[in-house]
Protein backbone atom coordinates (compact mmCIF):
# COMPACT_ATOMS: atom_id res chain seq x y z
CA UNK A 1 0.00 0.00 0.00
CA UNK A 2 1.29 3.32 -1.39
CA UNK A 3 0.59 5.71 1.53
CA UNK A 4 1.49 9.33 -0.04
CA UNK A 5 2.54 12.82 1.37
CA UNK A 6 -1.20 14.03 1.22
CA UNK A 7 -2.00 11.03 3.15
CA UNK A 8 0.44 11.96 5.81
CA UNK A 9 -0.25 15.67 6.08
CA UNK A 10 -3.88 14.88 6.27
CA UNK A 11 -3.45 12.52 9.07
CA UNK A 12 -1.14 14.88 10.72
CA UNK A 13 -4.21 17.09 11.03
CA UNK A 14 -6.55 15.53 12.27
CA UNK A 15 -4.86 12.88 14.03
CA UNK A 16 -2.26 14.58 16.49
CA UNK A 17 -4.74 14.60 19.51
CA UNK A 18 -5.29 10.90 19.47
CA UNK A 19 -1.81 10.17 19.34
CA UNK A 20 -0.90 12.47 22.18
CA UNK A 21 -4.52 11.41 23.91
CA UNK A 22 -3.35 10.62 27.65
CA UNK A 23 0.01 10.62 27.68
CA UNK A 24 0.92 14.57 28.40
CA UNK A 25 0.03 14.59 31.87
CA UNK A 26 3.12 13.24 33.68
CA UNK A 27 3.00 11.22 36.65
CA UNK A 28 5.94 13.13 37.81
CA UNK A 29 9.25 14.83 36.88
CA UNK A 30 12.66 13.94 37.55
CA UNK A 31 14.95 15.63 39.66
CA UNK A 32 18.26 16.78 38.27
CA UNK A 33 19.78 14.65 40.79
CA UNK A 34 18.04 11.03 39.96
CA UNK A 35 15.00 9.78 38.57
CA UNK A 36 11.20 10.08 40.08
CA UNK A 37 8.43 8.26 39.05
CA UNK A 38 4.48 8.61 40.56
CA UNK A 39 3.22 5.81 42.80
CA UNK A 40 1.46 4.48 39.79
CA UNK A 41 4.31 3.94 38.21
CA UNK A 42 7.10 2.70 40.62
CA UNK A 43 5.14 0.56 42.15
CA UNK A 44 1.56 2.06 43.43
CA UNK A 45 -1.65 0.88 43.02
CA UNK A 46 -2.27 -0.93 39.70
CA UNK A 47 -4.78 1.15 37.55
CA UNK A 48 -7.08 -0.26 34.25
CA UNK A 49 -5.01 1.89 31.89
CA UNK A 50 -1.25 2.68 31.39
CA UNK A 51 -0.14 5.15 34.04
CA UNK A 52 1.59 7.79 32.63
CA UNK A 53 5.59 9.33 34.05
CA UNK A 54 8.98 11.02 33.13
CA UNK A 55 12.36 10.49 34.16
CA UNK A 56 15.70 12.10 33.02
CA UNK A 57 18.62 10.68 31.55
CA UNK A 58 22.31 11.38 33.01
CA UNK A 59 22.26 14.15 30.47
CA UNK A 60 19.43 15.59 30.92
CA UNK A 61 17.17 14.32 28.37
CA UNK A 62 13.61 13.92 29.47
CA UNK A 63 11.96 10.47 28.84
CA UNK A 64 7.94 10.22 28.58
CA UNK A 65 6.83 6.41 29.38
CA UNK A 66 3.97 4.47 30.37
CA UNK A 67 3.71 1.50 32.68
CA UNK A 68 0.84 -1.06 33.38
CA UNK A 69 0.36 -4.08 35.58
CA UNK A 70 1.01 -5.20 38.59
CA UNK A 71 4.04 -4.30 40.65
CA UNK A 72 5.31 -7.45 41.50
CA UNK A 73 4.11 -9.33 38.86
CA UNK A 74 7.25 -10.37 36.00
CA UNK A 75 8.42 -7.40 34.12
CA UNK A 76 8.69 -6.55 30.23
CA UNK A 77 10.47 -3.02 29.19
CA UNK A 78 9.29 -2.28 25.41
CA UNK A 79 11.77 -0.54 23.61
CA UNK A 80 10.40 0.40 20.33
CA UNK A 81 12.35 1.19 16.85
CA UNK A 82 13.68 4.33 14.58
CA UNK A 83 10.46 6.71 13.98
CA UNK A 84 8.30 5.20 15.98
CA UNK A 85 6.77 5.58 19.61
CA UNK A 86 5.39 3.93 22.82
CA UNK A 87 2.56 3.53 20.59
CA UNK A 88 3.86 0.91 18.67
CA UNK A 89 3.33 -1.86 21.70
CA UNK A 90 -0.53 -0.79 21.81
CA UNK A 91 -1.39 -4.63 20.75
CA UNK A 92 0.76 -6.08 24.30
CA UNK A 93 -0.33 -3.11 26.65
CA UNK A 94 -4.33 -4.71 25.73
CA UNK A 95 -3.76 -8.18 25.29
CA UNK A 96 -5.51 -9.67 27.86
CA UNK A 97 -2.81 -13.07 27.70
CA UNK A 98 0.03 -10.10 29.17
CA UNK A 99 -2.49 -8.71 31.82
CA UNK A 100 -0.79 -10.48 34.32
CA UNK A 101 2.84 -8.88 34.14
CA UNK A 102 4.32 -5.88 34.70
CA UNK A 103 4.82 -3.63 30.91
CA UNK A 104 6.60 -0.95 30.57
CA UNK A 105 7.67 0.96 27.57
CA UNK A 106 8.85 4.92 26.41
CA UNK A 107 9.55 7.07 23.93
CA UNK A 108 12.92 6.81 23.13
CA UNK A 109 14.93 10.84 22.54
CA UNK A 110 14.27 12.19 19.68
CA UNK A 111 10.96 10.46 19.52
CA UNK A 112 7.16 10.92 20.59
CA UNK A 113 6.69 12.99 23.46
CA UNK A 114 10.61 12.74 24.93
CA UNK A 115 12.81 15.27 24.76
CA UNK A 116 14.49 16.24 21.33
CA UNK A 117 17.79 17.01 21.64
CA UNK A 118 19.60 18.85 18.64
CA UNK A 119 23.24 17.94 18.72
CA UNK A 120 24.17 14.66 16.40
CA UNK A 121 26.07 13.11 19.36
CA UNK A 122 23.12 12.97 21.26
CA UNK A 123 21.97 9.75 18.89
CA UNK A 124 25.57 8.52 17.54
CA UNK A 125 27.05 8.05 21.11
CA UNK A 126 25.78 4.22 22.15
CA UNK A 127 25.88 4.92 25.65
CA UNK A 128 23.59 7.85 25.52
CA UNK A 129 20.80 5.26 24.32
CA UNK A 130 22.17 2.56 27.49
CA UNK A 131 21.86 5.49 29.93
CA UNK A 132 17.91 6.07 29.21
CA UNK A 133 17.33 2.48 29.52
CA UNK A 134 18.86 2.77 32.94
CA UNK A 135 16.89 5.58 33.78
CA UNK A 136 13.34 4.16 33.01
CA UNK A 137 14.49 0.87 34.63
CA UNK A 138 15.12 2.89 37.77
CA UNK A 139 12.64 4.95 37.52
CA UNK A 140 10.27 2.54 37.29
CA UNK A 141 11.75 0.94 40.01
CA UNK A 142 12.45 -2.12 37.72
CA UNK A 143 13.80 -5.24 39.52
CA UNK A 144 14.87 -7.67 36.43
CA UNK A 145 12.84 -6.71 33.32
CA UNK A 146 12.36 -9.27 29.90
CA UNK A 147 13.79 -6.05 27.21
CA UNK A 148 12.30 -6.11 23.85
CA UNK A 149 13.84 -4.32 21.53
CA UNK A 150 12.61 -3.62 18.49
CA UNK A 151 14.74 -2.63 15.22
CA UNK A 152 16.73 0.05 16.16
CA UNK A 153 15.46 -1.06 19.95
CA UNK A 154 17.99 -3.97 19.74
CA UNK A 155 20.53 -2.00 19.50
CA UNK A 156 19.61 0.52 21.91
CA UNK A 157 18.76 -2.92 24.23
CA UNK A 158 22.66 -4.16 23.15
CA UNK A 159 23.63 -0.23 24.05
CA UNK A 160 22.69 -1.43 27.48
CA UNK A 161 23.87 -4.64 27.91
CA UNK A 162 27.34 -3.02 26.72
CA UNK A 163 27.67 -0.51 29.39
CA UNK A 164 25.76 -1.79 32.32
CA UNK A 165 25.82 -5.55 31.90
CA UNK A 166 23.15 -8.04 32.26
CA UNK A 167 22.66 -9.11 35.61
CA UNK A 168 19.66 -6.84 35.96
CA UNK A 169 18.06 -8.23 32.69
CA UNK A 170 16.20 -11.54 32.73
CA UNK A 171 16.01 -12.55 29.11
CA UNK A 172 15.93 -10.27 25.68
CA UNK A 173 13.64 -10.60 22.74
CA UNK A 174 15.08 -9.11 19.79
CA UNK A 175 12.21 -8.50 17.20
CA UNK A 176 13.53 -7.59 13.25
CA UNK A 177 16.48 -6.32 15.55
CA UNK A 178 19.27 -4.40 14.29
CA UNK A 179 22.44 -5.82 15.77
CA UNK A 180 25.08 -5.02 13.64
CA UNK A 181 25.21 -1.77 11.40
CA UNK A 182 26.21 -3.64 8.24
CA UNK A 183 25.39 -3.32 4.17
CA UNK A 184 24.59 -7.19 3.87
CA UNK A 185 22.70 -7.43 7.25
CA UNK A 186 20.23 -5.02 6.59
CA UNK A 187 18.67 -4.30 2.71
CA UNK A 188 19.05 -1.97 -0.07
CA UNK A 189 16.30 -0.62 0.84
CA UNK A 190 16.98 0.29 4.14
CA UNK A 191 20.09 1.73 3.09
CA UNK A 192 18.24 4.22 0.79
CA UNK A 193 16.23 5.34 3.60
CA UNK A 194 19.54 6.38 5.53
CA UNK A 195 19.60 8.85 2.53
CA UNK A 196 16.17 10.21 2.33
CA UNK A 197 15.32 10.53 6.35
CA UNK A 198 18.08 12.06 6.36
CA UNK A 199 17.65 14.63 3.37
CA UNK A 200 17.51 18.60 4.44
CA UNK A 201 14.80 18.58 1.94
CA UNK A 202 11.34 18.52 3.50
CA UNK A 203 9.68 17.00 1.00
CA UNK A 204 12.40 14.39 -0.05
CA UNK A 205 12.18 13.75 4.10
CA UNK A 206 7.83 13.94 4.19
CA UNK A 207 7.93 11.52 1.23
CA UNK A 208 10.39 9.14 2.74
CA UNK A 209 8.62 9.27 5.99
CA UNK A 210 5.60 7.90 4.45
CA UNK A 211 7.20 5.12 2.22
CA UNK A 212 9.56 4.36 5.39
CA UNK A 213 6.45 3.12 6.98
CA UNK A 214 5.07 1.15 5.02
CA UNK A 215 8.17 -0.43 4.60
CA UNK A 216 7.89 -1.50 8.11
CA UNK A 217 4.79 -4.14 7.38
CA UNK A 218 3.88 -7.19 4.99
CA UNK A 219 -0.10 -6.40 6.48
CA UNK A 220 -0.39 -3.01 6.25
CA UNK A 221 -2.37 -1.81 9.02
CA UNK A 222 -5.67 0.10 8.67
CA UNK A 223 -6.06 3.20 7.35
CA UNK A 224 -6.76 5.20 10.35
CA UNK A 225 -3.99 3.22 12.30
CA UNK A 226 -1.67 4.39 8.89
CA UNK A 227 -2.64 7.89 9.94
CA UNK A 228 -1.89 7.87 14.01
CA UNK A 229 0.96 6.05 12.88
CA UNK A 230 2.55 8.40 10.53
CA UNK A 231 1.85 11.43 12.99
CA UNK A 232 3.94 9.62 15.27
CA UNK A 233 6.57 9.34 12.48
CA UNK A 234 6.75 12.59 11.83
CA UNK A 235 7.45 13.73 15.33
CA UNK A 236 11.04 12.26 15.00
CA UNK A 237 13.37 14.97 14.56
CA UNK A 238 15.61 14.52 11.32
CA UNK A 239 19.18 14.92 13.91
CA UNK A 240 17.95 11.01 15.25
CA UNK A 241 18.55 9.44 11.96
CA UNK A 242 21.26 11.98 11.08
CA UNK A 243 23.03 11.33 14.55
CA UNK A 244 22.82 7.42 14.57
CA UNK A 245 24.44 6.60 11.24
CA UNK A 246 27.33 8.20 12.64
CA UNK A 247 27.68 5.77 15.44
CA UNK A 248 31.49 4.29 16.06
CA UNK A 249 29.41 1.30 18.04
CA UNK A 250 28.57 -0.43 14.88
CA UNK A 251 28.48 -4.10 15.83
CA UNK A 252 26.87 -5.55 19.28
CA UNK A 253 27.38 -9.13 18.22
CA UNK A 254 30.23 -9.45 20.71
CA UNK A 255 27.52 -8.42 23.64
CA UNK A 256 24.72 -10.59 22.81
CA UNK A 257 27.19 -13.39 22.57
CA UNK A 258 28.30 -12.58 25.98
CA UNK A 259 24.86 -12.12 27.53
CA UNK A 260 24.19 -14.98 29.80
CA UNK A 261 20.44 -14.92 29.49
CA UNK A 262 18.01 -16.42 27.28
CA UNK A 263 17.25 -15.17 23.96
CA UNK A 264 14.27 -14.86 21.57
CA UNK A 265 14.68 -13.47 18.05
CA UNK A 266 11.34 -12.74 16.95
CA UNK A 267 11.60 -12.00 12.88
CA UNK A 268 9.09 -11.63 9.99
CA UNK A 269 10.25 -13.45 6.79
CA UNK A 270 8.97 -10.92 4.98
CA UNK A 271 11.01 -7.68 6.47
CA UNK A 272 11.82 -5.19 3.82
CA UNK A 273 14.17 -3.84 6.23
CA UNK A 274 16.52 -6.05 8.25
CA UNK A 275 17.50 -9.35 6.79
CA UNK A 276 16.77 -12.92 8.15
CA UNK A 277 20.41 -13.14 8.62
CA UNK A 278 21.19 -10.30 11.34
CA UNK A 279 19.12 -12.85 13.69
CA UNK A 280 20.63 -15.71 12.29
CA UNK A 281 24.00 -14.56 13.08
CA UNK A 282 22.80 -14.26 16.96
CA UNK A 283 20.89 -17.51 17.33
CA UNK A 284 24.67 -18.60 15.92
CA UNK A 285 26.44 -17.11 18.70
CA UNK A 286 24.27 -17.37 21.59
CA UNK A 287 23.97 -21.08 22.92
CA UNK A 288 20.49 -19.75 24.62
CA UNK A 289 18.89 -18.51 21.92
CA UNK A 290 15.69 -19.12 19.93
CA UNK A 291 14.84 -18.12 16.46
CA UNK A 292 11.02 -17.76 15.92
CA UNK A 293 10.31 -16.51 12.11
CA UNK A 294 6.54 -15.16 11.29
CA UNK A 295 5.64 -16.25 8.04
CA UNK A 296 2.97 -13.19 7.73
CA UNK A 297 4.76 -10.71 8.90
CA UNK A 298 7.43 -8.34 7.55
CA UNK A 299 9.32 -5.65 9.99
CA UNK A 300 6.39 -6.13 12.51
CA UNK A 301 5.05 -9.03 13.82
CA UNK A 302 3.75 -7.70 17.10
CA UNK A 303 1.31 -5.78 15.09
CA UNK A 304 1.20 -8.22 12.36
CA UNK A 305 0.37 -11.41 14.65
CA UNK A 306 0.45 -10.04 17.88
CA UNK A 307 -2.14 -13.38 19.13
CA UNK A 308 0.94 -15.37 18.10
CA UNK A 309 3.38 -12.92 19.21
CA UNK A 310 1.77 -12.20 22.40
CA UNK A 311 1.44 -15.88 23.32
CA UNK A 312 5.57 -16.91 22.77
CA UNK A 313 5.74 -12.94 24.61
CA UNK A 314 3.87 -14.61 27.85
CA UNK A 315 6.07 -17.80 27.62
CA UNK A 316 9.37 -16.48 27.51
CA UNK A 317 8.97 -13.95 29.92
CA UNK A 318 7.78 -16.36 32.18
CA UNK A 319 10.29 -18.92 32.04
CA UNK A 320 13.05 -16.09 32.10
CA UNK A 321 11.41 -14.75 34.95
CA UNK A 322 12.09 -18.16 36.73
CA UNK A 323 15.57 -18.79 35.95
Known amino acids: MNYSRR ?7 GLTALAFGGTNTPAAHAASSGTQVSGAAAGGATAAKPQSFQVRSTDGTMLAGEAKGDPDAPEIL ?3 GLRQSRLSWEKQFAAPGLAGFRMVGFDLRGHG ?3 KPAALDAYSDADRWADDVAAVIDGAMLRRPVLVGWSLGGFVAGAYLRKYGGAKIAGVNLVDAVTKLSSDLLTEEAGAFTATTTSHDLTQRTA ?8 CFHQPPTEAEMKNMLVVNGMTVRAVNEGFIKTTTSDLEPVFAEYAGPILLTHGVHDRLVRIA ?10 DSRLSLFSKSGHSPFYEEPARYNRELAEFVTASSKS
Not at 278 to 287: D, F, G, H, W
Open 208 to 215: ATADFLAA
Open 113 to 115: DSD
Open 7 to 13: TFIAGAA
Open 278 to 287: MSERIKAINA
Open 78 to 80: FIH
